[in-house]
């Protein structure tokens, strides 16, 4: 059965640095590109980043939003995905999902809640 | 960016009713099309991808079509449990992104 549960969140003061996970099972982690959807209190979906499979050479890309804020990575031999949030604005609260893909996203984890407030 | 219109934006309906919320795109994005339902305090899951293809396991009830740039999600005959929020996100072009969503309440 996939699996992919995050873990990371909470609050933090903005300005602050916070390192979501993302801890695969399931799967052959390493075959599939991961991608951060993230959703703010009452709103809809938001994509964030992905990074594509080894095959691929894991290219990495980033919402215009977040870019220069945010760096995602993987460990493929410990199948968890990161992202990297810094300088935390108070925009950035919202439940951080992590996913499986870059195009229809099939599976989804139970998201992360990131508060950002003083 | 692609920008995905939904309409409509919230949408009431009885059991048993047919259902269809569309979804446009700003530029031709194919068939890179794929819809998810979202219920209260859960993670959105896939219902629909390519347009067209039904994911393993989703009620055939629920179908999907077109391409370019107007699609349409349709529910048969709706049941209880389909009652949510429902998403539209096109994968044709970076950066991934999704419809505003449509709320599917009870009448």
């Known amino acids: 059965e996939v699996q992919l549960v995050e873990s990371g969140g909470g609050l933090v003061q903005p300005g602050r640095s916070l390192r979501l996970s993302c801890t695969a099972s399931?799967?052959?982690?390493?075959?599939?590109?991961m991608s951060w959807v993230r959703q703010a209190p009452g709103k809809g979906l938001e994509w964030v980043s992905f990074i594509g499979n080894k095959a691929s050479g894991g290219t990495t890309e980033y919402a215009a939003s977040v870019k220069g804020r945010i760096s995602i990575s993987r460990d493929d031999s410990k199948s968890i995905a990161y992202l990297q949030i810094n300088s935390l604005k108070t925009e950035d609260t919202a439940v951080y999902y992590c996913?499986?893909?870059?195009?229809?996203?099939?599976?989804w984890g139970q998201g992360t809640l990131v508060t950002v407030s003083s | 960016d692609i920008q995905m219109t939904q309409s409509p934006s919230s949408l009431s309906a009885s059991v048993g009713d047919r259902v269809t919320i569309t979804c446009r795109a700003s530029?031709?994005?194919?068939?890179?099309l794929h819809w998810y339902q979202q219920k209260p305090g859960k993670a959105p899951k896939l219902l629909i991808y390519?347009?067209?293809s039904l994911e393993s396991g989703v009620p055939s009830r629920f179908s999907g079509s077109g391409s370019e740039t107007d699609f349409t999600l349709t529910i048969s005959s709706l049941q209880r449990e389909d009652f949510a929020t429902y998403y539209c996100q096109q994968s044709y072009d970076s950066p991934i992104t999704f419809g505003q969503g449509t709320r599917l309440e009870i009448k």
């Open positions: 390519a347009a067209s």
């Open positions: 530029q031709s994005i194919s068939r890179y």
């Open positions: 399931g799967f052959t982690f390493g075959d599939y590109a």
């Open positions: 996913t499986r893909g870059l195009g229809a996203l099939d599976y």
